[in-house]
């Protein structure tokens, strides 16, 4: 009988410890180490030689030759924009989202586009064959081509893998694929690690594209071991609001692609689809204009994005001000408060601050400090903005407002939707404005609070 070694795993950052701990030495998370029961099954050394399973050769790196990287495109721009161009063969992909984000329906639109071209396993362990069908017919899918698989065994699917040879290998999801000779349930640490594990082997041996789908925490982060993300080449993460059609798809992690680009798509009746124009649905300026709204560009991946960004203060009656940010970072607020207070004048520390995002977006960029502060201000004066301004730049903590990276590029965006003003860092503001915009560099936080 396989003899059982027992282990304890940090869930946040795969920390390996020998007894349980109540906080974890590395990452300092509390309560997110777990138990890890796994047989050790003897296998052969050659089995597990390098990372694709092959003898390592030892090679100069200058004389290693060059060559691109052949995608296949997923018939989205959206979609091919997050992946860095298109799927790479060989590649590891991991989708999350919480559930009813559309991490199936993404998924399932793009394998039956490419089944036409293409050979695609698509492996489902949380539905049946039939819920797939009839998914691809609601969603008016030509599912000619397809291959769909209902097992957890994984085992099992590498074998119907190698018999088929698919070009594409969906798993959908890794927290119910199990392997039989670990003793543990299915979605526990050791097998998501070792499932995840020996299907990354066999995509990397055989060339085949590994498409994951992968749940969510309660918090937002991916559900199973650290590591897990250690061993794909691209995570991607699938949000939404449930009171919203619409869904950011963004990529966290990419060996092959950009970080934090960003994907838009509109839930419809018949799926995922394409946004071309992200600017236009996050700006809805129709009627009249209120205090504390101020439009500014983010820079998502690699373009620029227009949102929105409204503030509310009002009288706060409890012992603490409330401070609430929602779309950005609520560090960021209380160190922007106070930067207001000292640099720009303006005391509301005894107001209840609100600030958020509209349409869902997350900005993580310190782009947007300055309209942060200009909304802010706006609304503790309950002085609207003209709806024609677009503010953009980070505030420092003497209260120098300092340069952001692809400053043209953002000016240029928001003159193409009609924007005739832009506040912007001095430094980014160029020589020759865009015809029909004026463009004011400020370069104090009080200069650009005076233009309100």
Known sequence: MAKKQTSYVCTECGADYRKWMGQCIQCGAWNTISEFRESRVPVKS?????????????????????????????????????????????SVVLIG??????????LLQTTCRLAERHKILYVTGEE???????????????????????????????????????????????????????????????????????????????????????????????????VLEHMIDASIMLEGNEDSRFRTLRAIKNRFGAVNELGVFAMMETGLKDVKNPSAIFLNREGHT????????????????????????????????????????????????????????????????????????????????????MAISSSFKDRAAPSDWVVFGEVGLSGEIRPVSSGQERIVEAAKHGFTKAIVPKSNAPKKAPEGMQVIGVSRLQEALELL
């Open 46 to 90: 050659a089995a597990r030689s390098g990372f694709t399973g092959q003898r390592a050769q030892l090679q100069s790196l200058e004389e290693v030759e060059l060559v691109d990287l052949p995608r296949t495109s997923t018939l989205s721009p959206e979609f091919d924009r997050v992946l860095g161009g298109g799927i790479v063969p060989g």
């Open 290 to 373: 209120a205090a504390g709204s101020i439009v500014t560009v983010a820079w998502e991946g690699t373009r620029p994005l227009l949102v929105e960004i409204q503030a509310l203060v009002d009288q706060g009656f409890g012992a603490a001000p409330r401070r609430l940010a929602i779309g950005s970072d609520p560090q960021r607020l209380a160190l922007l408060l106070a930067v207001l207070h000292r640099h720009g004048g303006l005391h509301v520390g005894d107001q209840d601050v609100f600030i958020n995002v509209v349409g869902g977006v997350k900005i993580a960029e310190t782009s947007a400090d300055l309209a942060v502060l």
């Open 128 to 226: 049946s064959i039939q819920q797939i069908a009839m998914r691809a017919r609601r969603l008016q899918l030509n599912s000619h081509g397809m291959q769909v698989m209902s097992e957890t065994d994984v085992e099992s699917v590498l074998d119907t893998a190698r018999e088929q040879q698919p070009n594409i290998l969906v798993i959908d999801s890794i927290q119910v694929m199990h392997m039989a000779e670990l003793q543990s349930a299915p979605g526990s640490v050791a097998q998501v690690r070792e499932a995840a594990a020996a299907l990354t082997r066999y995509a990397k041996q055989s060339g085949v594209a590994l498409l994951i789908v992968g749940h969510v925490t309660k918090d937002g982060s991916l559900a199973g071991p650290k």
């Open 97 to 106: 989202g919480h559930p009813g984000a559309g991490k199936s329906t993404l």
